[in-house]
């Protein structure tokens, strides 16, 4: 079997950096087979995504795994996240902290795609090189937080570092050859971002972080599965 008869599947599709990925890898020609997923916009057939919904996450896994049935599942990147809306954003101060947008955070940010992983799991091939790719956050380390605020986007984002880190685990036994990771994108032009950006930061066009993650992604091999790593392909401390 050649990389050619495989499946990859952008998470989030619609989403400036997510869109950016499937484009790439469209172009790239190292897959048969690029499916999006989103809550707005999906492939032809497919489902809308809804990550806070395991119902929708449910039916999204079943019409996927009708799609790779001659073309394994090779290659998974998640690039769904929350971090501010309308009313509420990034807290500075404990006296900020707000239950419904707590709940919110975690659920987007670390329940969601820790139930993509409990149902994306039984579709990954059991031999063979697969990859697991989670757009994380380096202010989700703890070890690395020196300013403070941000609560529930930090710690939506170490929650999903965890589940990342267990999860590469548990994989790898069924399939050794096995890659799952947390990644940091860096500062990129999103809507995300955007009310976020200052002087100084090191802000990307998605179409270029995407290019650059996905020269990360390509470079790794089972020995780096469990890891958080950045956009250039450096370990961050947990």
Known sequence: MTDKENTALVIGASGGLGAAFKTQLLSGGGFSQVLGLSRSVSDEGAPLLDITDESSIAESAEWL????????????????????????????????????????????????????????????????????????????????????????????????????????????????????????????????SDPFSKTGLNVREPAMAAQEILHVIDRLTPQDNGRFVDYRGEQLPW
């Open 65 to 192: 795994k009708s799609k790779c049935i001659e073309q394994p599942l090779r290659l998974v990147i998640v690039a769904t996240g929350f971090l501010h809306n309308t009313g509420n954003g990034p807290e500075r101060s404990l006296s900020q902290l707000d239950a419904t947008y707590l709940a919110q955070v975690f659920a987007i940010n670390t329940i969601g795609p820790g139930l993509l992983l409990k149902h994306l799991a039984p579709l990954l091939p059991k031999s063979g090189d697969v990859k697991l790719a989670f757009i994380s956050a380096k202010v989700g380390s703890i070890s690395d937080n020196a300013l403070g605020g941000w609560y529930g986007y930090r710690a939506s984002k170490a929650a999903l570092n965890q589940i990342v880190k267990t999860a590469s685990i548990e994989l790898a036994r069924r399939n050794k050859q096995t890659c799952c990771i947390a990644l940091h994108p860096g500062t990129v032009a999103t809507q995300l």
